[in-house]
């Protein structure tokens, strides 16, 4: 197997231009907090635009609606096989799967891929309810957390509102057709449970089902929680492949480390 050698690694030219759409990134992600807050959707449109210039002007590409059916793994090229409105074979020396809740999946459609480098996918929805009125807090408030979860804490949005989530409802969806995001109204009991514990005095009424999202989970309910995983070439032997199992929060805040070990991965 041939691994990523010096002759391989990008020069000072490459690491001026990453830089540079960090700084920008980090620009826009101060636009997109602004837009948001004066709920200027077109600035938030223009704003992603900015972000696509930015990822192809570091040589990347942005391909929606394509998703990935299955991968044929080579010694120096994979070949990735695209279905869709526009099915292609994409040949790339590096593949990076970071498919987030379906990452097992894709891994598992990895043809040369062992398949003990594959876990289990496990999928934990985190309901969200918002707060009628005014948060009597200026700062987030955490509870000690819950198997699964970080526990039912506070958020404030940038104009105070408060939100309350995500608790664990552990679901098991064939495909990402099969979710359904809509927050059951009945789990309110169990919050005003949790909020109760440290905020005694929130009243009955107080709670409105708001949104909700699914983390991707590498063990059961009843296993103790498992950390992110990443399998590179030192762990699965084939060059140019990192698998990313289990990202769930932080991972957005941890995204930017997460991407540099992923690059250290692949350079070993
Ligand atoms: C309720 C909740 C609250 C959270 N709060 C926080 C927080 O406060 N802070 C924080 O840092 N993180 C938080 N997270 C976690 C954060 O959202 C994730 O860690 C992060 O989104 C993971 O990023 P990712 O790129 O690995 O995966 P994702 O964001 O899930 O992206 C994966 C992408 O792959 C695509 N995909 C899947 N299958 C295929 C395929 N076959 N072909 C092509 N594309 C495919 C998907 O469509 C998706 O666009 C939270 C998550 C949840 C659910």
């Known amino acids: 197997m041939e691994r990523l050698g010096e002759r391989n690694r990008p020069g000072f030219g490459y690491h001026l231009k990453v830089h540079t759409f960090r700084t920008l990134t980090a620009v826009l992600a101060w636009a997109l907090v602004v837009a948001a807050f004066y709920q200027k959707p077109e600035l938030l449109t223009s704003a992603q635009r900015l972000m696509q210039r930015g990822i192809e002007a570091v040589g990347g590409a942005v391909a929606l609606l394509s998703p990935v059916d299955a991968v044929t793994l080579g010694s120096d090229r994979h070949v990735v096989h695209v279905a869709g409105e526009a099915p292609m074979e994409l040949a790339a020396r590096v593949v990076v799967n970071a498919a987030g809740l379906w990452a097992p999946d ?37 509870p000690v957390p819950d198997p699964g979860g970080l526990g039912v804490h506070l958020t404030l949005d940038l104009a105070g509102q408060g939100r309350f989530g995500p608790d664990v409802e552990w679901i098991a969806p064939r495909s990402a057709d099969d979710i359904d995001y809509r927050v059951d109204a009945g789990r ?79 350079a070993r």
């Open 188 to 266: 309110v009991h169990s919050f005003y449970a949790a909020i109760r514990s440290y905020w005694p005095a929130v009243a009955d009424g107080a709670l409105a089902p708001a949104y909700s999202g699914v983390r991707p989970k590498l063990g059961s309910a009843q296993q103790a929680s498992a950390d992110f995983v990443m399998r590179g070439p030192a762990e699965h032997g084939i060059a140019g492949l990192v698998n990313l199992f289990g990202i769930e929060s932080p991972g957005v805040t941890a995204c930017l480390a997460i991407a540099d070990e992923v690059s250290a991965m692949l």
């Open 106 to 142: 894709v891994a598992s459609r990895m043809q040369g891929l062992a398949a003990d480098e594959v876990p289990r996918a496990f999928f934990a929805k985190g309901n969200y309810f918002s707060l009628r009125g005014r948060a009597p807090f200026s700062r987030l408030v955490y």
